[in-house]
Nanobody, 125 residues
Framework: QVQLVESGGGLVQAGGSLILSCAASGRSISMLNMGWFRQAPGKEREFVAVISWSGENTYYQESVRGRFTISRDNAKNTVALQMNKLEPEDTAIYYC??????????????????WGQGTQVTVSS
């Protein structure tokens, strides 16, 4: 089993930046593909970014490509999401997700086994 805990959320003005962190425990995530999802009020949970176990491959939702960067540190068992040029539309609860057998350029929640509790990101205009 893998436990995931997100941190780093908060309130930021439009155009600002935040770094989200996901700390894993229970087992090493070094061989797991990891991702970030988000869920805004009244909306379904949606894919944000994914990183392969090696860190070699990353994919992003189109609306965040060029603004967000996903990275990982397998030695520290962590995954991060650097978010720049934040927009009010980025306001959501952000979730770390772990372990998917799917390989593609867009992902869905049911394709991941492990989930964190989420961290709130609010972007004011």
């Amino acid at each position: 089993q893998v436990q995931l805990v997100e941190s780093g959320g908060g309130l930021v003005q439009a155009g600002g930046s935040l770094i989200l962190s996901c700390a894993a425990s229970g087992r090493s995530i070094s061989m797991l593909n990891m991702g970030w999802f988000r869920q805004a009020p009244g909306k379904e949970r949606e894919f944000v970014a994914v990183i392969s176990w090696s860190g070699e491959n990353t994919y992003y939702q189109e609306s965040v490509r060029g603004r967000f960067t996903i990275s990982r540190d397998n030695a520290k068992n962590t995954v991060a999401l650097q978010m720049n040029k934040l927009e009010p539309e980025d306001t959501a609860i952000y979730y770390c997700a772990g372990d998917t057998d799917y390989t593609g350029t867009y992902y869905y929640p049911h394709q991941f086994y492990y989930w964190g509790q989420g961290t709130q990101v609010t972007v004011s205009s």
